[in-house]
């Protein structure tokens, strides 16, 4: 019997999934947004919502609803080379591949580029990663309650200065609503929609999720129908405040292009607004508080991915993966924040597709009985669409022509499969897959039950 949870608690825990999902680098995204929708800018930021708030929701309820211990007993439900594989590329990715430097790269553009000469961009952001990630290496070597402690006091301070700046955007905005740029102006939605991947967040709900559903447990909630509700509940919560704070921050970048111009990301966007509405002090208050919130970030990145794979690689000490993964996001800071994010987007097409199949699969799981299957055959499809989608995307970041191979399979798919023209190519072919494998499973089941049945 699940013990009742009262509307503060439910309070409670959505904060802590707020500040789960809301750190200082995704301030980052909805400020593009902004300055590349202009005009449309409330029809792309629903598209992100989905992605950016939807989907962590969706992995951390699917983590809670399939009973699972963490992502690797999830992903091994379709095999368990698939499980340390998935696991490990999904780590990596929102650690030292792209969200790890990502949040050094940040921490420059917002606090330190603003107060820098252009022209000495380059070496100052290689002293101060040098810096940064020589901090948060020590921090991640010994980590300590310190470190949570600071960032549970940084996210009230850096909510309560992005609200005293979007209330300035509100009721004195920089300009008017800006002209559609490139995707915005063409399809506005499935742009937006695809710029939620950024966030990484439903990759990390997946990662995290476990932390979230350990606290409705420690509230007396045990089975997987009230987890699915606590935290459903509870991200309610979450999800109006990371929507409106989203929603403003889209706003502020959409009305930002007349004075600052059409900048390369968001972070010049978020100190130039600083320093537009309240001076050199703004700014620099900004720069403390986001470089801080980067900070404790970037040690808990490090500390999750270290644990995991010296759990994976037991002969390698967990202080030895805290030096590599602190040096390799070092080296890749210094691309700048503009290269990472660019060069995370294809992986991030492959990757998401496959996580957002697999949380489908745990919430479906029951009416196949669980049966591999139907996990493999879907992931399988989903793998052959997704692939493709992401060697295209890297192609067309690096402005290379398609091989004549990939252009069949590219031609082929656009032809065959419906959404493949807006990114979404893999949704029916999965969806197919799981209905005829889980009625050919449902009735394999029922045959082995009546011949059980027959021969007792």
Known sequence: MDSKISFKSYGIIGMMLFALFFGAGNLIFPAQLGQYAGAEVWIGIVGFLITGVGLPLLGIMAIGYSKSSDLQDLSSRVHPVYGVIFTALLYLTIGPFFALPRTGAVAFEVG???????SSWGTVLLVFSIIFFAIAMLLSLNPSKMVNSIGKLLSPAILVTLAVLLV????????SLGTPQG???ENAFMTGFFEGYNTMDALASLVFGIIVIAAVRKLGVHSPKGILSATLKSGIVAAILLAVAYTGIAYLGATSTGTLGLLDNGGPVLSGASSHYFGTFGALLLAVIITLACLTTAVGLIVANSEFFHKLTPKISYKTYVVIFS???LVVANAGLSNIITY???????????AIVLMALAFLSPLFKHDRSVYVSAI???FFVAVVDGLKTLTGSLGVANSSWLQS????YATVLPFYNEGLGWAMPALVVIAVTTL?????????????????
Do not use: C, Q, W
Request: charged share 10%; hydrophobic share 55%.
């Open 168 to 175: 300035a955007a509100l009721f004195a905005p920089m300009g």
């Open 112 to 118: 330190i580029a603003p107060f820098a000469a252009e």
């Open 409 to 412: 399979i590219i031609d082929f």
């Open 440 to 456: 050919i499973a449902r009735s394999r089941k029922a045959v082995h039950a009546t011949t059980a049945s027959n021969e007792a």
């Open 380 to 382: 399988t499809v989903t």
């Open 183 to 185: 995707g915005y102006a």
């Open 344 to 354: 995370s987007i294809p992986v991030l097409m492959f990757l998401y597709p496959l």
């Open 327 to 329: 040096l390799f996001s």
